[in-house]
């Protein structure tokens, strides 16, 4: 079973650039989940899509944004890159609707760096 | 929201000991939880998860127990491995409210397993 792929795996940016994340959930799986995870730290929620709609957000600036396509692929931006903003980024995904259970799983990540 | 705490943030353990994570949550609304092993540079993966009408679950050497009235749910790994050696994270999740879907993830425990 192909798992969660999210590209690039690692991207490292200019403060003040645009980055944009992207991630493929597991066929079948509807709701797509971004999570930040700085280093030494725990995960931070981003981000809920679920059927191309934003379900929830956690407690972040507006400068991180994202949507899902038809596809149920999804995408993360985020705008005026902060040094801070220098973390893994894990996307999951899930069944529709349920929020992340035991089918959720998690993708590689991908390591953004900010200079 | 939902808050988790995770503790301890190290634990240090001589193979075949029994290690011990322990976790509490703020939302009495909370159902489900699930705790993840992260090694190094790979995505979380689910280990064992509980809900919120059982108090324990075992699956071989790892075991979770939930407190509903406390409000919090420990693991528990006996005889443990060097290849237990890993990051983990316990979480939790919100069955409504504007934390619906989500899951709060504790900071962490850096488990070490000494041969």
């Known amino acids: 079973e192909a ?24 066929s079948g799986h509807t709701s797509v989940y971004w999570y930040q995870q700085a280093l030494g730290l725990g995960l931070q929620f981003l981000l809920w899509y679920d059927e191309g709609e934003e379900r929830n957000r956690g407690n972040f600036p507006p400068r991180f944004s994202g949507r899902q396509f038809p596809n149920y692929s999804s995408e993360l931006n985020v705008n005026a890159l902060e040094l801070e903003d220098s973390a893994l980024y894990l996307c999951a995904s899930s069944l529709e609707g349920r929020g992340l259970g035991p ?10 760096t900010v200079v | 929201g939902e808050n988790v705490e995770q503790h301890p943030s190290t634990l240090s353990v001589q193979e075949g ?53 406390a409000k919090h749910f420990s693991l528990h790994i006996t005889e443990t491995q060097p290849e237990d050696s890993a990051v983990y994270f316990c979480a939790a999740r919100d069955s409504g409210g504007t934390s619906y879907g989500k899951l709060t993830f504790g900071q962490g425990t850096i488990l070490t397993v000494h041969p």
Do not use: M
């Open chain 2, 17 to 69: 000991d029994s290690a011990v994570i322990k976790c509490t949550y703020s939302d009495s609304a909370s159902n489900y939880f699930p705790w993840y092993k992260q090694e190094l540079g790979k995505r979380p993966q689910l280990i064992i998860d509980i809900r919120s009408n059982v108090g324990e679950k075992k699956d071989q050497r790892i075991a979770v127990t939930l407190n509903k009235t």
């Open chain 1, 103 to 112: 089918e959720a799983f998690f993708g590689q990540g991908t390591r953004l």
């Open chain 1, 3 to 26: 798992g969660v792929t999210q590209s690039p795996t690692h991207l490292i940016k200019t403060r003040g650039q645009q980055a944009t994340l992207r991630c493929s959930p597991i």
